[in-house]
T-cell receptor, first 116, second 110 residues
Framework: EAGVTQSPTHLIKTRGQQATLRCSPI?????VYWYQQALGLGLQFLLW???????NRGNFPPRFSGRQFPNYSSELNVNALELEDSALYLC???????????????FGPGTRLTVL | EDQVTQSPEALRLQEGESSSLNCSYT??????LFWYRQDPGKGPEFLFT???AGEEKEKERLKATLTKKESFLHITAPKPEDSATYLC???????????FGQGTRLTINP
C-alpha cells in the first residue's frame, strides 16, 4: 500500500515569494496534517484538514494557509516568504475518529523549503 | 499547556549495548502517545502507539512502555542500523494535533 507522498522534494524560493507544497494521503485516510520542522525547533503543528475543511491551526501567521481537495489531497501555501520559513515541511494523514483513543498519523518524506 | 520532554538529547552506544530512552509528558487527558523514528532529512517513521498506563508494545529490538507520566523506549542489543533520532509525541483529549518532544539522537557504534 502506498504511503503518504509529498511534492516537490526540494523547493528554493527567494524572500517575498510564494511557495506551494502538495501532499497525497494514504488511501482511505480523510485527515491531513501539516507540520513544520525547522532546525533546532522540533516538529510544530501547522494545520489540520478533514473532509475538505480546515479544522484547526497552530500558532502560525495567516500567510500559512492551505486547502484539502475532494480526493483528500492537500496543498500548503506560504505567502510572503521569510528567511525563517526555511524548514522541512511534513504532511501526515490518518483516519478521523472522534473517539477516546488517538489516531495514528503517518508521515510523508517531507518537502525541504529553502528561502534565500 | 501540553508538553513533552525527551532525555537524553543524544546517546551513543556500542553495538549490543542495551539502553532506554525517556519521554516525560504533561497532557490534559491522553488520547495516545506515539513513538517515531526519523532518519536525517526524512519523514518520521511510525513505531508504536500506546493508549493507557501499563501498556507495552514490542517490535524487533524495541519495546515501548507507558506510565501516567512517562514512556520509555527500550532498545535491546542494538545494531548500527538502529541509529536515528527517536521522537515521542502525545495527542491530548479532544485534540487531533500531535505535540512532539525534541527527540533523542541515538548513535550505535559497530
Amino acid at each position: 500500500e502506498a504511503g503518504v507522498t509529498q511534492s516537490p522534494t526540494h523547493l528554493i524560493k527567494t524572500r517575498g515569494q510564494q511557495a506551494t507544497l502538495r501532499c497525497s494521503p494514504i488511501s482511505g485516510h480523510t485527515s491531513v496534517y501539516w507540520y513544520q520542522q525547522a532546525l533546532g525547533l522540533g516538529l510544530q503543528f501547522l494545520l489540520w484538514y478533514d473532509e475538505g475543511e480546515e479544522r484547526n491551526r497552530g500558532n502560525f501567521p495567516p500567510r500559512f494557509s492551505g486547502r484539502q481537495f475532494p480526493n483528500y489531497s492537500s496543498e500548503l501555501n506560504v505567502n510572503a516568504l521569510e528567511l525563517e520559513d526555511s524548514a522541512l515541511y511534513l504532511c501526515a494523514s490518518s483516519f478521523q475518529t472522534s473517539g477516546r483513543i488517538g489516531d495514528t498519523q503517518y508521515f510523508g518524506p517531507g518537502t525541504r523549503l529553502t528561502v534565500l | 499547556e501540553d508538553q513533552v520532554t525527551q532525555s537524553p538529547e543524544a546517546l551513543r552506544l556500542q553495538e549490543g549495548e542495551s539502553s532506554s530512552l525517556n519521554c516525560s509528558y504533561t497532557v490534559s487527558g491522553l488520547r495516545g502517545l506515539f513513538w517515531y523514528r526519523q532518519d536525517p532529512g526524512k519523514g518520521p517513521e511510525f513505531l508504536f502507539t500506546l493508549y493507557s498506563a501499563g501498556e507495552e508494545k514490542e517490535k524487533e529490538r524495541l519495546k515501548a512502555t507507558l506510565t501516567k507520566k512517562e514512556s520509555f523506549l527500550h532498545i535491546t542489543a542494538p545494531k548500527p542500523e538502529d541509529s536515528a533520532t527517536y521522537l515521542c509525541a502525545v495527542q491530548a483529549a479532544g485534540a487531533q494535533k500531535l505535540v512532539f518532544g525534541q527527540g533523542t539522537r541515538l548513535t550505535i557504534n559497530p
